[in-house]
């Protein structure tokens, strides 16, 4: 079966700070991969998506950045933190060319910056 | 352009009663539309989806929900809520456009179920 484990669960990091989140995809073969990002209470804005190892779309510019290194792997990184990037940070997979591709979400990361 | 809405933010129910959570979309193609629910700090979970076929889609745990092309709707729907379903819930369309699949949220609706 498949599983998406997200890490680390909670972040509290200071502003100016670097940061890396990290998300890894098992039992799936080329899955396309996603970023959410969540204000509190807030609705879910998608920060990239990747189709492949090695590439990355960006869809908003939130001063972050993404990478996937591995085809299980989806890095979300800056070196800069600010306090508007706290939020609930979501990684997402689904399968391209399923009859109805369907986003499967991990559990979560909650960054606090201060 | 694709949207959603979901035009209650909040909704507040007895315990034992019925409910219905709205859900209009915009799309000019055939939708694969969902319902996600997302329990106080975790991530979001599938209720249902429906991409065909009957417009009545069953969920886990009682829900379902109605796909009407000609309202361009896709509603939730539970017989009768427990307090464990407090939560939020999201209706999201897919579409492929731009060469991918994209996924479109609604803003949520965050329901309170009362003893």
């Known amino acids: 079966a498949q599983t998406i484990h997200q890490w680390p669960v909670a972040e509290i990091k200071a502003v100016g700070s670097p940061l890396s989140l990290g998300c890894t995809i098992k039992?799936?073969?080329?899955?396309?991969l996603y970023w959410y990002w969540q204000a509190t209470g807030g609705t879910l804005q998608q920060l990239f998506y990747?189709?492949?190892?090695?590439?990355v779309e960006s869809v908003v510019q939130l001063n972050l950045s993404a990478s996937r290194p591995k085809d299980d792997q989806f890095i979300l990184s800056t070196e800069k933190l600010l306090l508007s990037h706290s939020g609930f940070y979501l990684c997402a997979w689904s399968l391209e060319g399923a009859s109805a591709e369907t986003l499967y979400f991990g559990s979560g990361t909650r960054l606090t910056v201060l | 352009a694709q949207s959603v809405t979901q035009p209650d933010a909040r909704v507040t129910v007895s315990e034992g009663a019925s409910l219905q959570l709205r859900c209009k979309y915009s799309?000019?193609?055939?939708?694969?539309l969902f319902w996600y629910v997302q329990y106080p700090r975790q991530g979001l979970q599938l209720l249902l989806k429906y991409y065909s076929g009957d417009p009545v889609v069953q969920g886990v745990n009682g829900f379902e929900a109605e796909f009407s092309k000609s309202n361009s709707s896709f509603h939730l729907r539970k017989a009768s809520v427990h307090w464990s379903d407090s939560a939020v819930y999201f209706c999201v369309l897919s579409a492929r456009d731009t060469g991918y699949q994209n996924f479109y949220f609604g803003k949520g609706t965050s329901l309170t179920v009362i003893p």
């Open positions: 039992g799936k073969s080329s899955p396309n």
């Open positions: 799309y000019s193609g055939t939708p694969y």
């Open positions: 990747s189709i492949t190892v090695g590439q």
